[in-house]
């Protein structure tokens, strides 16, 4: 069998740059060395040299060189059997789109520009370094399964050998080669429809976090599979009475989750609603056998699936009885498909049958499913059960008794993966420490959705003034607290420092565009409970809520309005980027000169941020080399790095232009009907007095009416004190008329 060298895994990957331009040679070696094993060449001719004696695990190429530039280089390298699987990323100063799409056809995984984000070439080459280790570990759990079936095929041809001999063992054999045959057809559909879909997913997917979470899920099913052919390659594994159970911890609601996971896809394809309700009961692992028990409620949930057209397929789990060593747990799966008979129920537990042939004809399948599931559920000491009538669906249970591991005190923290087509609900209060309106807007838009009350703090000095009021009255802690690092008066570390002080436990996560591995282990350190990094999506945010909010539900996300939604909000953004930094370079300029680098470092900051969220990254990588620069102190920023900055922010600024001439154009319509006004003034008012977010959605209206300008603004910047004295005086104008 083919053998996967794990221990080269804790090997440094080793990447070669070829850059004639020794500068940039030496600041792109700078910039990786600490992670990764770092070999150069300045041309392209000595790098072909070198990679007759190395070998390394990825290239980073220059395009123009003289001699041989690197289109040449990579086409060399496509020839050569020894480098011609190696992933090469064309690192240059051409810019234009004709060079980089001419350089991907040759066969690069990437194109990056200079000048470039030393944390996102990082990133982007732990990208490409991780997808090529999973394709070597799919390659390898793809040629140990044909080495076994294989090994099984010479076995099933010697046997045939033997059939000459007697008639009686010809028999037998050709039964249970059959029976393996169906067996292993049945048994690894389910995971290997998996693997090939999520692979799918990945090639069309430019995500970063929606990759990983299908190389995750990838991942979980190829040792999924591997658990089951395992067990039933034997071909008569089954009905020889030889499945010996496990008895080891396992944790119950990452079964469920699983499950979850794996067959929402092909429900979602058949417009299907899959419900899942479990009781929150167990604290603590159980001890059985967590292979069988998925493979049987997995076989049950294919099934639903696979009989229901239209409707929903529910899974449900109770507890029915429990003492201090043992639990009794009731499992139920209902569908509202095309049900069978009392005829046809007769006869599915029987091998190889379905309901009828016409069955067989329509929907598929071997008729082993509930043949295996029966089987399984009786070894583990239950009894499978049916209930179905034609038109009116089906519904299976049994019940299972596990031990309690009472050894294990607490489930550890396992990886969270949140599938693409289920969105989370919560319910719960966040408190927000931002600076920056942009990232208020967009911090704040997300909590909402997923049904999170959100009170926003403008430094991290309001932050703690709202915590000690809270502390001092009594009142209810917030569920979370999402926590800038970089802010005016009070930053985000003394900011925990001083809620530590206070004793509130609530966790805290560090919510910032500072993620290299220092800064989180500061962060950490400080006392924070974990980090999202700006700008994040959805899938992060998802992520980090679930691990400290209990997910109170979850809602199947309908595609189309996400995206009228998304389109929306990066409308909303860009609008409001556009109106903010129209004097951010001057602002910069100012604070530097008069010697205030922490405060042009802070600006940078900002806008590195805020330039990411709107898909802006020439403007964020040069930004945050801004930031870099004046975090040194007296290490200024050259000339050239400040006027690339100011042509850049200059470009963005031109290109959204239109959003602000739209806005004005709108604004340029008041509203002069007196009672249209109150009308806006006495639904917004117990909105503004409660710090109801929603309280946005009468922005376009308030800026049309006269003299109102100022309660929008302080709308806008969720200063809703402001926004109450504003909307007062408003109240008083009109009542003077």
Avoid at 81 to 106: C, H, Q, R, W
Avoid at 283 to 289: F, I, P, R, Y
Avoid at 486 to 497: D, K, N, R, T
Avoid at 563 to 579: I, R
Wanted: hydrophobic fraction near 40%; charged fraction near 30%.
């Amino acid at each position: 069998m083919m053998a996967y060298n794990e221990s080269a895994q804790t090997k440094k990957d080793k990447i070669l740059i070829v850059d004639d331009g020794l500068l940039k040679l030496e600041m792109t070696k700078r910039a990786i060395i600490n992670q990764y094993d770092v070999i150069t060449a300045i041309s392209g001719k000595e790098a072909l040299a070198l990679l007759e004696k190395e070998t390394p695990d990825l290239i980073l190429l220059d395009v123009e060189m003289p001699e041989m530039d690197g289109y040449a280089v990579i086409q060399e390298l496509q020839i050569m059997e020894k480098t011609k699987n190696i992933p090469v990323i064309f690192l240059t100063a051409k810019t234009d789109a004709a060079a980089e799409l001419f350089g991907l056809s040759l066969g690069a995984v990437d194109y990056i520009t200079v000048p470039f984000s030393p944390p996102l070439l990082l990133k982007r080459l732990e990208l490409h370094l991780f997808l090529v280790k999973q394709k070597n570990e799919l390659r390898y759990f793809n040629q140990n399964l044909m080495d076994l079936v294989d090994e099984r095929t010479i076995e099933i041809e010697k046997s045939k050998e033997d059939l000459r001999y007697a008639l009686e063992v010809a028999e037998a054999a050709n039964r249970t080669k059959t029976a393996f045959l169906a067996n292993m057809s049945h048994e690894i559909r389910t995971p290997l429809n998996s693997i090939i879909g999520f692979s799918e997913l990945s090639q069309d997917e430019d995500n970063i976090a929606k990759i990983k979470g299908y190389l995750a899920n990838i991942t979980e099913s190829a040792k999924w599979l591997l658990n089951i052919i395992n067990d039933i390659l034997d071909i008569s594994v089954i009905e020889s009475d030889k499945i010996v159970l496990e008895h080891v911890p396992f944790d119950f609601t990452e079964i469920f989750e699983h499950c979850r996971s794996l067959i929402l896809p092909k429900a979602m394809e058949k417009g299907i609603a899959v419900d899942f309700h479990t009781e929150h009961f167990i604290t603590k692992k159980l001890l059985g056998d967590p292979v069988r028990l998925r493979q049987a409620i997995m076989n049950l949930l294919s099934n639903a699936v696979k009989f229901t057209n239209d409707g929903k397929v529910e899974l449900a789990a109770s507890v029915k009885n429990r003492d201090e060593n043992s639990i009794t747990v009731y499992f139920e799966v209902k569908d509202s498909g095309i049900g069978m008979s009392p005829e046809q129920i007769e006869k599915i537990y029987e091998p190889f049958m379905q309901a009828d042939n016409s069955v067989t004809r329509k929907f598929g399948g071997t008729g082993l499913g509930l043949t295996i599931v029966k089987h399984t559920i009786e070894i583990m000491g239950g009894t499978l059960n049916v209930e179905s009538a034609v038109g009116a669906g089906s519904k299976f249970s049994f019940e299972l008794v596990f031990d309690i591991d009472n050894v294990t005190s607490k489930l550890p923290t396992q990886e969270i993966v949140i599938n693409e087509f289920e969105r989370p609900n919560f319910e719960g209060e966040v408190l927000i420490c931002e600076d920056n309106e942009l990232n208020q807007k967009v911090i704040n838009e997300h909590l909402i959705k997923v049904g999170l009350n959100t009170v926003m703090a403008y430094d991290g000095k309001e932050g703690v003034e709202i915590l000690e009021k809270r502390v001092k009255n009594g009142e209810k802690m917030f569920d979370l607290i999402f926590m800038d690092i970089q802010m005016p008066i009070m930053s985000g570390l003394e900011a925990v420092a001083k809620i530590i002080e206070l004793g509130v436990k609530t966790p805290i996560v560090a919510l910032t565009a500072n993620v290299m591995p220092k800064d989180i282990e500061q962060y950490r350190l400080s006392g924070m409970s974990d980090t999202v990094g700006k700008p994040f999506t959805t899938q992060e945010l998802w992520k980090c809520l679930v691990k400290y909010i209990p997910v109170k539900s979850y809602t199947a996300i309908d595609k189309q309005q996400e995206s009228a939604e998304e389109e929306k909000q990066q409308k909303l953004l860009k609008l409001n980027f556009a109106k903010d930094n129209q004097n951010r370079y001057s602002e910069i300029i100012t604070a530097a000169s008069a010697g205030d680098f922490k405060t042009a470092g802070r600006i940078a900051h900002t806008l590195k941020s805020n330039a990411g969220q709107i898909g802006e990254k020439e403007l964020q990588g040069l930004a945050a080399a801004l930031e870099a620069a004046y975090s040194e102190g007296e290490n200024k920023p050259d000339d050239y790095l400040l006027q690339s900055f100011d042509a850049a922010l200059k470009a963005v600024l031109a290109r959204l232009m239109p959003f602000l001439d739209e806005a004005n154009e709108k604004n340029k319509v008041k509203i002069t009907d007196k009672a249209k006004i109150q009308g806006i003034i006495e639904e917004l008012e117990p909105m503004l007095v409660n710090k109801n977010p929603d309280c946005e959605d009468f922005l376009d209206d308030i800026y049309k009416i006269p003299g109102a300008e100022m309660l929008a603004k302080n709308i806008e910047k969720f200063k809703y004190k402001k926004a109450v004295e504003e909307l007062t005086i408003l109240k008083k104008g009109l009542e003077a008329e």
